[in-house]
Nanobody, 114 residues
């Protein structure tokens, strides 16, 4: 059974940075594309970054140039480096496969506020 565990969230001021981590196990392998999703208050969950088997990445327009997704297959971990954070980035962040075929984890809260 696949499992994902997100960590690294917190409270940060606008313009600050955070690095999120997602450890996965079970049937999720390095061949499966992975993504970071987020759900802001009162909004639907959305995909913000994805990484494919060969390392190619795709980003939501609003985070392009500020967020970087990466992956360490040896550690079964996906990262999301978030720079120049804005209040509108406030959300609970989740990781899952592309498409999200596995059970969602609890996510990690990111709050951008002064």
């Amino acid at each position: 059974q696949a499992q994902v565990v997100e960590s690294g969230g917190g409270l940060v001021q606008p313009g600050g940075s955070l690095r999120l981590s997602c450890s996965y196990s079970g049937s999720i392998t390095s061949r499966i594309p992975m993504g970071w999703y987020r759900r802001a208050p009162g909004k639907q969950r959305e995909l913000v970054a994805r990484i494919f088997r060969g390392g190619a990445t795709v980003y939501k327009d609003s985070v392009e140039g500020r967020f970087t997704i990466s992956r360490d297959n040896a550690k079964n971990t996906v990262y999301l480096q978030m720079n120049s954070l804005k209040p509108e980035d406030t959300a609970v962040y989740y990781c899952n496969a592309i498409p999200p075929d596995y059970q969602w984890g609890q996510g990690t809260q990111v709050t951008v506020s002064s």
